[in-house]
């Protein structure tokens, strides 16, 4: 990699630390479009585990207003989905992977956007952590599912349910995808690499929920998102041509 690309990297990983730790997700939606431009390998693991470091962060901060049981029954179906997720990372190309990362994106675009409101029943957050469970292990994108159960939460509550939900569900995945292979000594080396920039940007975090309320970084978050989405599609549609 590139002395370039790797600064690229950092600060999609930089900025995308900091939304997670301000909104309680958005580490994968904002960085994997952008990784995956770069260096594909790093997808998903390495965002995992540096998604491991941005929840344990956040966790402590505001661990006081967590609601366990919601994070429990979520991880009830994280386990199944994170198996079904592993078994596409194995099965599917690198472009039709990369292809699948931009449309989980764009779709978690699109859902949050609409504002589409399911209530925090036990199903529907069993249901979640299934579909958080395939889509963060198979691309690194795992929020969309839960932020939309979640959303009529806010601040402390949403950020450190969540991060309780992606601590166990991210060590999960990477169990998971250990198994599989997909974790080597390039992800874990690039991963050692580029945990400063995950903890500069939960510092950030602490600046950014004071100046920014949650309506407007999610704006942000998701014109981001969309941008990175799109040009990863366009890189593919390209590479075939």
């Known amino acids: 990699m590139s002395v370039t690309g790797f600064v ?3 600060l999609a990983v930089f ?8 909104i309680g997700f958005g580490m994968g939606m904002l960085a994997a ?13 390495t965002l995992i585990m540096l998604a491991v470091v941005v929840s344990v962060l956040v966790l402590v901060r505001d661990r006081t207003a967590l609601d366990l049981s919601g994070a429990g029954w979520a991880l009830a179906g994280r386990l199944p989905g994170s198996a079904v997720g592993a078994l596409l ?10 292809i699948l990362l931009a449309l989980v994106v764009l779709g978690g675009v699109a859902l949050t956007s609409f504002g589409w409101v399911p209530l ?3 199903r529907n957050l069993v249901v979640a952590g299934a579909a958080s469970g395939i889509l963060g292990t198979a691309t690194s994108i795992g929020g969309p599912p839960m932020a939309l159960v979640w959303q009529r939460n806010t601040g402390a509550e949403l950020r450190s349910t969540m991060s309780c939900f ?27 690499f580029l945990a400063p920039a995950t ?7 602490r600046v950014v929920n004071r100046v920014l309320d949650r309506r407007r970084l ?6 981001v998102s969309t941008a990175g989405a799109v040009v990863l599609v366009g890189q593919q549609v390209l590479a075939l041509m």
């Open 8 to 10: 690229v990297i950092a």
């Open 15 to 22: 900025f995308a630390s900091a939304m997670q730790a301000s």
């Open 33 to 45: 479009p952008i990784v995956a431009i770069v260096d594909p390998g790093l997808i998903p693991a």
């Open 89 to 98: 990372l194995v099965l599917l190309p690198e472009r039709g992977l990369a």
């Open 120 to 122: 925090p029943h036990r």
């Open 166 to 192: 992606f601590l166990v569900g991210s060590i999960i995945s990477l169990a998971v995808l250990a198994v599989a292979g997909a974790v080597d000594a390039h992800t874990a080396t690039l991963f050692v």
């Open 199 to 205: 903890v500069l940007g939960f510092l950030l975090s």
């Open 218 to 223: 999610r704006i942000t978050a998701i014109s």
